[in-house]
């Protein structure tokens, strides 16, 4: 007789098969880097009897980055009332799946640019874009980098950033210090090329980009940097923290490639040692199973499936999304790969700006570097 399983639902978007065959093969690997966490994760769990003696079985499906197909799926997965569904984001998809989920299952979205509701059952992964916003701001003006350029997609992701960016430049601080935007453009993620927007932006005199997008338009505003010759610090999205991405970039990255992002690829920041005990394990999971450096994409991943298993351990398999969503809203202490989660502090996310650090992407080193302390501190 089949022993019963604890089912967790993932919607997880796929790569463009429209993409060139170079990109693909690069863009496949980093969606891999989600999976595969989520894999490994699901592996170990098992191996140490599972939850409450069942094994872990997470199921995936895809939704292909559209909101609609996303709403159809989830509509699927609800008729077999899970208690935990895993949203691979973009934002969109989440925005548009938010609804189905009111009254639960707990849904967590593994992305940073959306903001759930407190007390909802919508969870959101990583550092909420506020702050890596907010941090990589800060850092700027720290620097002495008051002229400021911004290039975002016409997408969601875009449109978040846009708003934050807004009301960050009107806050006392860069008021004060002067700092300004003296380009602000957009462009379409389809768009194959920027040179336009990138020219009017070296004509203004930026002394700092930044560009809050990811995937295949991030490697088109890199190529436009190069080609109009825009030598200054560029700030993007730390969804872009890949090693798989950085290896495709290596013969057009600028010199200042810039990532608002975690202690966990910086390990010399880490002074608490329950997060750094959680990236050792972490990192040690994917090399026993031959998976190489596990980057930020993965980490993502793997610390909804560590807090929600957790929780599971403690309520049992059978625990409702009522009692989950509860749980996880109480949490105040909780070590993973990105830094000391405490959900009251920081609901539906918990994990703030202290955490987030600025880095740098060394060629040489093939890796990041720390550029800053937590907080974009100098």
């Known amino acids: 007789m089949r022993r019963e399983t604890v089912k967790t639902r993932m919607i997880h978007a796929r790569i463009d098969p429209k993409l060139k065959a170079s990109v693909e093969r690069v863009f496949s690997k980093i969606g891999i880097s989600t999976t595969e966490a989520i894999r490994l994760f699901q592996d170990e769990v098992n191996r140490n009897g599972g939850i409450g003696g069942r094994p872990l079985e997470v199921v995936v499906n895809d939704d292909q980055t559209n909101p609609q197909v996303a709403v159809q799926l989830l509509t699927g997965v609800l008729l077999q009332h899970p208690a935990i569904v895993i949203d691979g984001g973009p934002a969109t998809t989440c925005r548009a799946t938010a609804a189905l989920i009111a009254n639960g299952p707990l849904q967590y979205c593994l992305t940073p640019s959306i903001h759930p509701a407190t007390g909802s059952y919508q969870f959101s992964a990583m550092y909420s874009s506020d702050d890596i916003l907010g941090v990589s701001m800060r850092y700027?003006?720290?620097?002495?980098?008051?002229?400021?350029?911004?290039?975002?997609?016409?997408?969601?992701?875009?449109a978040d950033a846009d708003q934050i960016l807004d009301a960050l430049i009107k806050t006392p601080d860069f008021a004060r210090a002067g700092v300004s935007y003296v380009a602000y453009e957009h462009f379409n993620l389809s768009d194959l090329s920027v040179v336009a927007q990138l020219t009017r932006i070296k004509a203004a005199g930026a002394q700092a980009l930044i560009a809050f997008t990811t995937g295949t338009a991030i490697a088109t505003v890199l190529h436009g940097v190069q080609e109009v010759g825009l030598d200054v610090p560029l700030v993007t999205s730390p969804g872009n923290m890949s090693y798989a991405q950085m290896e495709s970039y290596k013969g057009f990255v600028p010199k200042e490639?810039?990532?608002?992002?975690?202690?966990?690829?910086?390990?010399?920041?880490?002074?608490?040692?329950?997060?750094?005990?959680?990236?050792?394990?972490?990192?040690?999971?994917?090399?026993?199973?031959?998976?190489?450096?596990?980057?930020?994409?993965?980490?993502?991943?793997?610390?909804?499936?560590?807090?929600?298993?957790?929780?599971?351990?403690?309520?049992?398999?059978?625990?409702?999304?009522?009692?989950?969503?509860?749980?996880?809203?109480?949490?105040?202490?909780?070590?993973?790969?990105?830094?000391?989660?405490?959900?009251?502090?920081?609901?539906?996310?918990?994990?703030?700006?202290?955490?987030?650090?600025?880095e740098r992407w060394d060629p040489d080193k093939d890796a990041w570097v720390a550029v800053s302390k937590p907080g974009g501190l100098l």
């Open 257 to 358: 490639l810039l990532f608002a992002g975690p202690p966990a690829l910086v390990p010399e920041q880490l002074a608490d040692r329950g997060v750094r005990g959680a990236v050792a394990h972490f990192t040690a999971t994917f090399k026993a199973a031959g998976g190489g450096r596990p980057d930020l994409l993965a980490a993502v991943a793997w610390d909804p499936m560590s807090l929600l298993a957790a929780l599971l351990q403690k309520r049992g398999p059978s625990a409702t999304p009522v009692q989950l969503r509860d749980d996880l809203a109480g949490l105040r202490v909780f070590a993973g790969t990105l830094g000391r989660y405490n959900f009251v502090a920081t609901p539906q996310r918990g994990i703030a700006q202290n955490w987030v650090i600025m």
């Open 140 to 158: 700027l003006r720290l620097r002495g980098l008051k002229r400021v350029a911004v290039l975002n997609g016409t997408d969601a992701t875009g």
